[in-house]
């Protein structure tokens, strides 16, 4: 009973300390970052990069900041990038920060919550103060995405410039300039003000024009005037590995041309004073794709014009990019414009921003000649059956992929069919498809989704201040165009969950989606450049080089076998692997009697042999011609005159 009552009262008194003892509570917050006001800033920045050092990669850089009083003084390293939605600028490669003021170093603090924002006291008598830094580039792709090679240089202003808190970005001067190795000529938006060997410096501009005007530069350089007639030059800036990769033809500078005039017969308007495509013929430099209001960076690969009969798909790329000029610079998703680069964004709008983007963009490849009439719907029809087959439809709407730039950032995903993926860019074209030949259809052909083009991205041609819109606004505009339902077209498709994808758009067009066992020349262009076998719509996965797999279709033949992306075929039906034995057991299991598929599968350092369940035969995608059906879709290829 003692030790009863000891063991007891010891329990006791340790519950009563651990009561009486405070619980953790939060620290006090760290003390906030002066809010960005719509007042002009009190100097001009000045930005200097030197973009020589083409060995090590590194752009040194100078800047000067004016301050107007001591104190506390705050500046920004831009976070949120325009165009790819999301916080993903690479602070991790600013380095070597150091302040000075009056020729004495100041310390520096960065911001515990606010990581891109660095603190600094100024002290009195200090008029502006001086920062020397690097950006180390990548040196290598598992770092990043190449911007320096030995020939070309990619100088994206986002990477290189502070800028002072406190202050709508548009609202703080900026004078740039750049040194550029010897030779190498460069294109940007942005005005030269004056020359002087190799480095030029700027004309004045916001902070926020600055950002949004980087340059392409290189030793091999050569630029063509796309509309020397037109309301604003339209300049098609190239640079290259090699002087041989700039050798175009005259009918392939022509279908360029014919983009920039398809673009104002569907728009009727521009939003630029010039407008530059700065565009990389280099398998050196790193992929891009990314807009802005006057320009648009492209990396179209090493063959854009050496190939050009083999190299249809992506090349809708710079059209793409061009309509954003248009579509998500001039007209912005409200919640999306901010009044600095650290402001979050918010991307609820994407569908419209990058989906209507991407339907007006393979559209004017189309209409322009990118594309061929062929290569248009083999294209479409890769499109369709990709989203019809995409499994994660049944628990994840398309409204909730608009998060996925800040959610995933384009990292890996390992069921990317199960996850989705943006699919508010390919899956949002279809939407539109669908309201285009609706319009068509209840109009008796009197007006299309080009009506809307017009009045919704074609108001205050010139102008080149963004034009915000909401959800109501989309809505408004094509109830102008004709009167429906559009809120509920809208949301049933971008904010509900369907087993199929939108698909009405191609029947209202006069084409069915089906598959056969043949793939169709785009569709083998496709695996060519990908350099994969694609038999997501047979054995439900894709095999890269070497047999290993990359990707495999949730629920499908495959995935119900056990496979996973990461595994590699060694062998089919007991022979060492190779695509074409792959694809012929597919169709031997296909015939009557015909033997599984077999495969003998290396997963890290194990192996097992699996029998994968499936005898549908080839199968790949293409659209078929509904017959006694207007052929809606040939008109909405179809070059306008």
């Given at each position: 009973m003692k030790a009863l009552f000891f063991s007891v009262s010891v329990l006791t008194l340790a519950c009563t300390a651990a009561v009486a003892q405070p619980l953790p509570q939060p620290s006090a917050p760290t003390p906030p970052i002066p809010a960005a006001r719509d007042i002009p800033y009190p100097g001009t920045l000045k930005l200097s990069v030197d973009a020589t050092d083409l060995q090590r990669k590194i752009f040194e850089i100078r800047e000067t900041i004016p301050v107007?009083?001591?104190?506390?003084?705050?500046?920004?390293?831009?976070?949120?990038v325009p165009g790819g939605h999301s916080p993903r600028n690479d602070l991790d490669k600013m380095a070597g920060l150091v302040i000075t003021a009056n020729g004495k170093r100041l310390a520096w603090t960065r911001d515990l919550v606010e990581v891109f924002a660095f603190h600094v006291d100024v002290p009195a008598g200090v008029s502006e103060l001086q920062l020397s830094y690097q950006f180390l580039s990548p040196v290598e792709t598992k770092v990043g995405r190449q911007v320096m090679t030995p020939d070309i240089v990619n100088v994206q202003w986002l990477q290189m410039g502070?800028?002072?808190?406190?202050?709508?970005?548009?609202?703080?001067?900026?004078?740039?300039?750049?040194?550029?190795?010897?030779?190498?000529?460069?294109?940007?938006?942005?005005?030269?003000?004056?020359?002087?060997?190799?480095?030029?410096t700027f004309k004045v501009t916001p902070f926020e024009t600055l950002v949004d005007s980087p340059m392409f530069a290189g030793r091999y350089f050569k630029s063509v005037d796309l509309d020397p007639e037109g309301p604003a030059r339209?300049?098609?800036?190239?640079?290259?590995?090699?002087?041989?990769?700039?050798?175009?033809?005259?009918?392939?500078?022509?279908?360029?041309?014919?983009?920039?005039?398809?673009?104002?017969?569907?728009?009727?308007?521009?939003?630029?004073?010039?407008?530059?495509?700065?565009?990389?013929?280099?398998?050196?430099?790193?992929?891009?794709?990314?807009?802005?209001?006057?320009?648009?960076?492209?990396?179209?690969?090493?063959?854009?014009?050496?190939?050009?009969?083999?190299?249809?798909?992506?090349?809708?790329?710079?059209?793409?990019?061009?309509?954003h000029s248009w579509n998500g610079k001039f007209r912005r998703g409200a919640d999306l414009w901010t009044p600095t680069l650290n402001t979050p964004m918010r991307d609820s709008l994407m569908w419209v921003y990058e989906g209507q983007t991407q339907y007006w963009g393979n559209v004017l490849a189309a209409r322009s000649g990118l594309h061929n009439k062929q290569q248009s719907l083999d294209a479409l029809a890769m499109t369709a059956a990709l989203y019809d087959n995409r499994r994660g439809r049944d628990w994840r709407n398309v409204a909730?992929?608009?998060?996925?730039?800040?959610?995933?950032?384009?990292?890996?995903?390992?069921?990317?069919?199960?996850?989705?993926?943006?699919?508010?860019?390919?899956?949002?074209?279809?939407?539109?498809?669908?309201?285009?030949?609706?319009?068509?259809?209840?109009?008796?052909?009197?007006?299309?989704?080009?009506?809307?083009?017009?009045?919704?991205?074609?108001?205050?041609?010139?102008?080149?201040?963004?034009?915000?819109?909401?959800?109501?606004?989309?809505?408004?505009?094509?109830?102008?165009?004709?009167?429906?339902?559009?809120?509920?077209?809208?949301?049933?498709?971008?904010?509900?969950?369907?087993?199929?994808?939108?698909?009405?758009?191609?029947?209202?067009?006069?084409?069915?989606?089906?598959?056969?066992?043949?793939?169709?020349?785009?569709?083998?262009?496709?695996?060519?450049?990908?350099?994969?076998?694609?038999?997501?719509?047979?054995?439900?996965?894709?095999?890269?080089?070497?047999?290993?797999?990359?990707?495999?279709?949730?629920?499908?033949?495959?995935?119900?076998?056990?496979?996973?992306?990461?595994?590699?075929?060694?062998?089919?039906?007991?022979?060492?692997?190779d695509a074409d034995k792959l694809k012929d057991a597919v169709k031997a299991a296909a015939k009557p009697e015909g033997q599984l598929v077999e495969l003998l599968i290396k997963d890290a350092e194990r192996y097992r042999m699996v029998k994968i369940d499936y005898r549908g035969g080839l199968r790949y995608p293409r659209l078929e011609r509904i017959a006694g059906t207007p052929a809606r879709l040939d008109d909405i290829i179809t070059a306008r005159k």
């Open positions: 107007a009083k001591a104190g506390k003084f705050t500046i920004y390293y831009p976070q949120w502070f800028y002072p808190a406190g202050y709508f970005t548009r609202q703080i001067p900026v004078e740039a300039s750049v040194t550029l190795p010897e030779g190498f000529k460069f294109a940007t938006a942005l005005e030269t003000a004056s020359t002087n060997g190799q480095t030029t339209v300049r098609l800036n190239m640079v290259a590995d090699r002087p041989e990769q700039l050798d175009f033809k005259p009918e392939q500078i022509q279908i360029h041309k014919d983009l920039v005039q398809q673009a104002y017969k569907l728009y009727g308007s521009h939003h630029y004073d010039h407008y530059d495509f700065l565009v990389a013929v280099s398998d050196q430099l790193g992929g891009i794709g990314l807009e802005h209001h006057r320009s648009s960076e492209n990396n179209v690969g090493p063959k854009y014009f050496q190939d050009w009969d083999k190299g249809a798909v992506g090349r809708d790329l710079l059209a793409h990019e061009y309509t909730d992929t608009t998060n996925d730039p800040i959610i995933a950032n384009r990292k890996p995903l390992s069921w990317v069919s199960y996850q989705r993926s943006e699919d508010y860019y390919s899956e949002g074209q279809l939407v539109w498809l669908d309201a285009d030949t609706l319009i068509r259809e209840k109009t008796g052909g009197k007006k299309s989704l080009d009506d809307f083009a017009k009045a919704f991205f074609g108001v205050d041609s010139g102008s080149f201040t963004p034009h915000t819109y909401t959800f109501e606004d989309v809505v408004k505009t094509l109830n102008d165009v004709t009167p429906y339902d559009w809120s509920s077209f809208l949301k049933t498709r971008i904010e509900g969950l369907s087993e199929r994808a939108p698909l009405d758009g191609l029947t209202r067009g006069g084409y069915k989606l089906v598959y056969t066992d043949t793939p169709t020349d785009f569709f083998k262009t496709a695996e060519t450049k990908g350099k994969i076998v694609n038999l997501s719509y047979s054995l439900g996965f894709t095999v890269g080089a070497a047999g290993l797999l990359t990707g495999v279709q949730w629920d499908g033949p495959a995935f119900k076998a056990g496979l996973t992306q990461g595994q590699t075929i060694v062998a089919v039906n007991g022979e060492t692997y």
